[in-house]
T-cell receptor, first 114, second 111 residues
């Protein structure tokens, strides 16, 4: 079984809809991240969490929110989706005790906003 | 703002050829990581370089960290179709516990 899972894998939605992307991990890592990937732009950090009570904005947090429900679960919400949020979204985890910090990625969610 | 510039963005070569991918910044990083991503999957770590001037080899792949820890290169010898993928470099900023990512190099090796 995969260590980092994301649901759904693909989602098509309409402008204005609320969308939640979910991430679960079995690696026992404290740190979790949400990134979006766009062609030619690489990975951009949306939010990150170093433990259940610690949530931090990343480079591009506007239009997104997150919830860390448990050590193993970190969800990303788009409150009112817009077409330029069409992208590939990745969840990642890392171990607090690991330096430098290797990140382990889920398989991604491809989101299309019409 | 710390940036990592990768070049080239896209490279398509024949099997057996050699190639080098570059990752450059004006900032100093504590370490630099190289990841490889295949379609439909997330990036997977290939190597981490930590010390200025460090060279690491992974079979036909050679990774080098610049002396000043601002740049890195990935050299592939005798490329094979199985090397096809998106190669990403990421610099570790220890002050805020974040990785700064390059935009990636899409590599296609034709049989």
């Amino acid at each position: 079984d995969a260590d980092v899972t994301q649901t759904p894998r693909n989602r098509i939605t309409k402008t204005g809809k609320r969308i939640m992307l979910e991430c679960s991990q079995t690696k026992g890592h404290d740190r979790m991240y949400w990134y979006r990937q766009d062609p030619g732009l690489g990975l951009r950090l949306i939010y990150y969490s170093f433990d259940v009570k610690d949530i931090n904005k990343g480079e591009i947090s506007d239009g997104y929110s997150v919830s860390r429900q448990a050590q193993a679960k970190f969800s990303l919400s788009l409150e009112s989706a817009i077409p330029n949020q069409t992208a590939l979204y990745f969840c990642a985890t890392s171990d607090l005790r690991d330096s430098p910090n290797e990140q382990f990625f889920g398989p991604g969610t491809r989101l299309t906003v019409l | 703002t710390q940036l990592l510039e990768q070049s080239p963005q896209f490279l398509s070569i024949q099997e057996g050829e050699n190639l080098t991918v570059y990752c450059n910044s004006s900032s100093v990083f504590s370490s630099l990581q190289w990841y490889r991503q295949e379609p439909g999957e997330g990036p997977v770590l290939l190597v981490t370089v930590v010390t200025g001037g460090e060279v690491k080899k992974l079979k036909r792949l050679t990774f080098q960290f610049g002396d000043a820890r601002k740049d890195s290169s990935l050299h592939i010898t005798a490329a094979q179709p199985g090397d096809t993928g998106l190669y990403l470099c990421a610099g570790w900023v220890s002050s805020n516990y974040q990785l700064i990512w390059g935009a990636g190099t899409k590599l296609i090796i034709k049989p």
